[in-house]
């Protein structure tokens, strides 16, 4: 399929903006069979990894602040993080070049039932819930989109009776005009401010991953979330519903599990990976699947999963304190979800990237249930701002990462636990939540 589809644009030229490893199979997919490639990117390229390689392969660099001049290709993939109505772009559109994105192509080409999620908070354990029940199950599975594999690249192998599982950020659902056969949305709030014009966009933004449904589709929906209501009057398919606060979801959970018209589907002690969050997580994910995965697997998977890593995940216990990493608590309403997991005292390490977000939410959560905050990088004056408003003095900042690991460890005492939850991205001081996170567990395990 892929070498057919390639071989459409011999001696056209397909451009790509935006590098990026992911992106790498795809470029040399069109060099191979006779595309003239051309990689446009603001930054300079020429110290990465894959340049000379594909400098060899006859791939063009169009780099620095004028890189989207000129545009002329057949074909534009653009990588996630750029947006479809940059100058350039638009009028490349208006030159007859067909716009795309490899999300979009893998819709469009792919043979496989679609089952994908987005969601502010959530998506990813939800989305890797989704592709181990299915598995669990004994379906073949490809997980991929925002997380895992290049799914565009693994067309070829993908067959008609597979599940392709997808998470996908408002990013790339700009981009798409096809929806999948399911869809989950776990919620919606403020998030990606710094990107996005506005939060309207923002909603826009999530609702395209049902716009394109139609009547046999499946949108899952949580009731607790302020825009469920909204989604709901424009979802074109059947919609299902989740909900911790009221039985009026189709499932439903409280502190004993997660349930079914009353009948409880697997106890909450059951269930290994801690948190309220991690409940609606499971229920969105079983809601999607439930006709596909039996009580039995969902059991099954439930009482093995660890969790996903980042994501609350165990570092190690050292005199009595437990170290946690939740890097990937990028915004307020992560961090918030994140902290209500505990039971016990915390002393929380928070702050990074400012993504233009408000932190009042964090006011009151963190006075009521956090023993002491270390706040370090681009956003601590303005999350120690948000904590004098409410009269929360129990935090110091400091300018460094190790510093602020060390400064936690000083003031644990045994029995409580350190948890980075960063309410904020890690652009200020890393490449990306994963090497924050990594970091982190680097200078635990050297404590």
Known sequence: MLKEYASNYKGKTVGFVGMGVSNLPVIK????????????????????????????????????????????????????????????????RKNGTRVTSEMEEFFRLCPCKKIAVTGSDGKTTTTTLIAKLLEAQGYK?????????????????????DYAVIELSSFQLMKLSES???????????NHLDWHIDMNEYVEAKKRIFSFQNSSSLLVLNLDDEYSEEFKKCAKGNVRTISGNTQNGDIYFNDDGIFENGKCLVNDNDIRIVGRHNRYNYSAAYSAVKELVSVETLNKVASEFGGVEHRIEFVRELDGVKYYNSSIDSSPSRT????????????????????????????????????????????????????DSVGYGEYVITDNFEAAVKLAKEKALSGDNVVLTPASASFDMFKNFAVRGNTFKKIVNSL
Not at 69 to 76: C, V
Not at 180 to 190: H, R
């Open 29 to 92: 997919l069109f060099a191979a069979n006779g595309a003239s490639c051309i990689v446009r990117d603001k930054n300079d390229l020429s110290d990465r990894d894959f340049y000379s390689e594909l400098v060899n392969l006859g791939v063009d660099f169009i780099c620095g602040e004028n890189y989207l001049d000129g545009i002329n290709e057949t074909l534009l993939f653009l990588s996630p993080a750029v947006r479809p109505d940059l100058n350039g772009i638009d009028q490349a």
């Open 141 to 161: 599975v490809w997980l991929g989109g925002n997380i895992g594999v290049n799914l565009f690249a693994t067309l070829d192998d993908i067959t008609e009776n």
């Open 180 to 190: 999948p056969d399911i869809a989950v949305v776990t919620n919606v709030a403020p």
């Open 336 to 387: 918030s979800a994140c902290v209500n997991s505990f039971k016990t005292p915390i002393i929380a390490i928070c702050g990074g990237y400012d993504k233009n977000i408000p932190y009042e939410p964090l006011g009151e959560l963190f006075k009521n249930k956090v023993k002491y905050t270390v706040l370090c990088g681009a956003t601590a004056k303005k999350i120690a701002a948000v904590f």
